[in-house]
């Protein structure tokens, strides 16, 4: 399973850091991928990171914003979100895909086997 942390709500130019805690997969070996859903608008893919952390791909809507880093001895994700803006406003779902090609982690929400429950993000003035 996966469980994400550390959402909440704050203005715009601050930061968050998402924790996405994992057990039963191994981040040597699976991929981990941040998703977000904004009200209103489909899913969609912001950060990953592929097995033993050798691929990392960021959408360009938060590339130079957003960095998705791992500490695998805790088989925890991390994304941290800086100079967040209105716009970010979403919930946000970490996704676990169970053993998938070395070196590839997509925005393809059918090549992720587990998903957690989401945590809010709400970016206002």
């Known amino acids: 399973q996966v469980v994400e942390s550390g959402g909440g709500f704050v203005q715009p130019g601050q930061s968050l850091s998402l924790s996405c805690e994992t057990s039963g997969f191994s981040l040597e070996e699976d991929a981990i991928g941040w998703f977000r859903q904004a009200p209103g608008k489909e899913r969609e893919g912001v950060s990953c990171?592929?097995?033993?952390?050798?691929?990392?791909r960021h959408v360009d809507s938060v590339k130079g914003r957003f960095t998705i880093s791992r500490e695998a001895a805790e088989d925890t994700v991390y994304l941290q979100m800086n100079s967040l803006k209105p716009e970010d406003t979403a919930v946000y779902y970490c996704?676990?895909?169970?053993?998938?090609?070395?070196?590839?982690?997509?925005?393809?929400?059918?090549?992720?086997?587990?998903w957690g429950q989401g945590t809010q993000v709400t970016v206002s003035s």
């Open positions: 990171i592929s097995d033993g952390g050798r691929t990392i």
């Open positions: 996704a676990a895909a169970w053993r998938p090609s070395p070196n590839i982690c997509t925005f393809v929400e059918g090549q992720y086997d587990v």
